[in-house]
Nanobody
Framework: QVQLVESGGGLVQAGGSLRLSCAASGSIFSITAMGWFRQAPGKQREFVARISSGRITNYAGSVRGRFTISRDNAKNTVYLQMNSLKPEDTAVYYC???????WGQGTQVTVSS
């Protein structure tokens, strides 16, 4: 069983920054790609970013150049650094093990204009 716990969400003004963390339990973390997704009110959950076990990264077009995904295998943690935040980034952010179907409980990010 794998548990994922996100943290770091909050309220920030447009143009500000936040760093989300996702701490994973279990032994699969270092061998699985990890991803971040988000879901805004009334919208479907959407892909934000992905990092492979070999640290190859992919981003949604809407966040490329503003968000950075990284991982620390020694800490079983994946991060999402979010810069130049916009009101449209407001959502609940979830981390996921990309090679297995485990999700975190989500952390709320609210960007005020």
């Amino acid at each position: 069983q794998v548990q994922l716990v996100e943290s770091g969400g909050g309220l920030v003004q447009a143009g500000g920054s936040l760093r989300l963390s996702c701490a994973a339990s279990g032994s699969i973390f270092s061998i699985t790609a990890m991803g971040w997704f988000r879901q805004a009110p009334g919208k479907q959950r959407e892909f934000v970013a992905r990092i492979s076990s070999g640290r190859i990264t992919n981003y949604a077009g809407s966040v490329r150049g503003r968000f950075t995904i990284s991982r620390d295998n020694a800490k079983n943690t994946v991060y999402l650094q979010m810069n130049s935040l916009k009101p449209e980034d407001t959502a609940v952010y979830y981390c996921k093990t990309m090679d297995y179907d485990y999700w975190g409980q989500g952390t709320q990010v609210t960007v005020s204009s």
